[in-house]
Nanobody, 126 residues
Framework: QVHLVESGGGLVQAGGSLRLSCAGS????????MGWFRQPPGKERQFVAAISNSGTTIRYIPAVKGRFTISRDNARNTVYLQMNNLKPEDTAVYYCVVPTSSNSVIIETTDKIKYWGEGTLVTVSA
């Protein structure tokens, strides 16, 4: 059975940093695009970042570009999200995702997602 398990969330002050990890199990994800969505309190899930299977193509939403870095380690079946200079508006549950298609890192809508992790809560205080 396929699982995506996130870790690394927590409470941090504005301007601080966190590193999220997502470990996949049940099969190899080395051939898949992987990414992150987030769901702020009271809002819908939104795309944050995605990375191609080789790691050479990356996409971010404008709100996090320059502050967040997505990376992956295919040998560990793991994707990471380094989050720096965090802001209160980054507060959300962060979900690791694998889309149905690995032809593109444009995976902005939830209907493109095949696998979801359980989520990890990131809270940024002002």
């Amino acid at each position: 059975q396929v699982h995506l398990v996130e870790s690394g969330g927590g409470l941090v002050q504005a301007g601080g940093s966190l590193r999220l990890s997502c470990a996949g199990s049940g099969r190899s994800f080395s051939g898949d695009v992987m990414g992150w969505f987030r769901q702020p309190p009271g809002k819908e899930r939104q795309f944050v970042a995605a990375i191609s299977n080789s790691g050479t193509t990356i996409r971010y939403i404008p709100a996090v570009k320059g502050r967040f870095t997505i990376s992956r380690d295919n040998a560990r079946n793991t994707v990471y999200l380094q989050m720096n200079n965090l802001k209160p508006e980054d507060t959300a549950v962060y979900y690791c995702v694998v889309p149905t298609s690995s032809n593109s890192v444009i995976i902005e809508t939830t209907d493109k997602i095949k696998y979801w992790g359980e989520g990890t809560l990131v809270t940024v205080s002002a």
